[in-house]
């Protein structure tokens, strides 16, 4: 079993950063592998990014490649989204979600998922 915890999410203009950071509780945070997905207002979630149990390997969608950057840190159980370039279409609530397979972009992958911290980017 893994509870997680967003933070970090707020509104910020166009163009600003923000780092959101979810912390795990369970024993097998370090096993997992670790998504981060959003979903805005009458839309579907999706995913953002995701990484392995180890960190070696990450991956993005396209709408944030090159602008968000995922990275975990095991001693502290906690997995981070550091957002940066903010524009106004990446408002949305941001989930974290952990998997007990492999770091894969599809929702229906990840077991256990956290609330959700609202970031608002405004124009």
């Known amino acids: 079993q893994v509870q997680l915890v967003e933070s970090g999410g707020g509104l910020v203009q166009a163009g600003g950063s923000l780092k959101l950071s979810c912390a795990a509780s369970?024993?097998?945070?370090?096993?997992?592998?670790m998504g981060w997905f959003r979903q805005a207002p009458g839309k579907e979630r999706e995913f953002v990014a995701a990484?392995?149990?180890?960190?070696?390997?990450?991956y993005y969608a396209d709408s944030v490649k090159g602008r968000f950057t995922i990275s975990r840190d095991n001693a502290k159980n906690t997995v981070y989204l550091q957002m940066n370039s903010l524009k106004p279409e990446d408002t949305a609530v941001y989930y974290c979600?952990?998997?007990?397979?492999?770091?894969?972009?599809?929702?229906?992958?990840?077991?256990?998922w956290g609330q959700g911290t609202q970031v608002t980017v405004s124009s």
């Open positions: 990484i392995s149990w180890s960190g070696g390997n990450t």
């Open positions: 979600a952990a998997s007990k397979g492999a770091a894969m972009p599809g929702a229906h992958w990840y077991d256990y």
């Open positions: 369970g024993r097998t945070f370090s096993s997992s592998a």
